[in-house]
Nanobody, 128 residues
Framework: QVQVVESGGGSVQAGGSLRLSCAASRYTYRPNCMAWFRQSPGKEREGLAAIHTESGAASAYVADSVKGRFTIPRDNAKNTVYLQMNSLKPEDTAMYYC???????????????????WGQGTQVTVSS
């Protein structure tokens, strides 16, 4: 069983930055892959960034829609990954979710449909 908890959401003006945190508890398994998603009302959930916890930055995948503005650093000592969001835009307003899964292979962390363990979400609001 893996429990996932996000934090760090809030309100920010356009052009600002926020860093979200995602902590995954370690029961039986250490999650191989961790990822960030977002969903706005009336829109489908969108995968943003993923990382293999052992490979680190070399394995990081960032969706084209946020590439150059969002990164996914991690701290294995804390079993935590982050979503660093810079140059935020009003269209980034959404509920942001972290997901983890111990069973996804290292090369498949960016396959969004494979995640089975989800956090409760944290709201990000960007005002113009």
């Amino acid at each position: 069983q893996v429990q996932v908890v996000e934090s760090g959401g809030g309100s920010v003006q356009a052009g600002g930055s926020l860093r979200l945190s995602c902590a995954a508890s370690r029961y039986t398994y250490r999650p191989n892959c961790m990822a960030w998603f977002r969903q706005s009302p009336g829109k489908e959930r969108e995968g943003l960034a993923a990382i293999h916890t052992e490979s680190g930055a070399a394995s990081a995948y960032v969706a084209d829609s946020v590439k150059g503005r969002f990164t996914i650093p991690r701290d294995n000592a804390k079993n935590t990954v982050y979503l660093q969001m810079n140059s935020l835009k009003p269209e980034d307003t959404a509920m942001y979710y972290c997901a983890a899964d111990p069973s996804i292979g290292a090369t498949l962390c960016g396959v969004w449909s494979r995640y089975n363990y989800w956090g409760q979400g944290t709201q990000v609001t960007v005002s113009s």
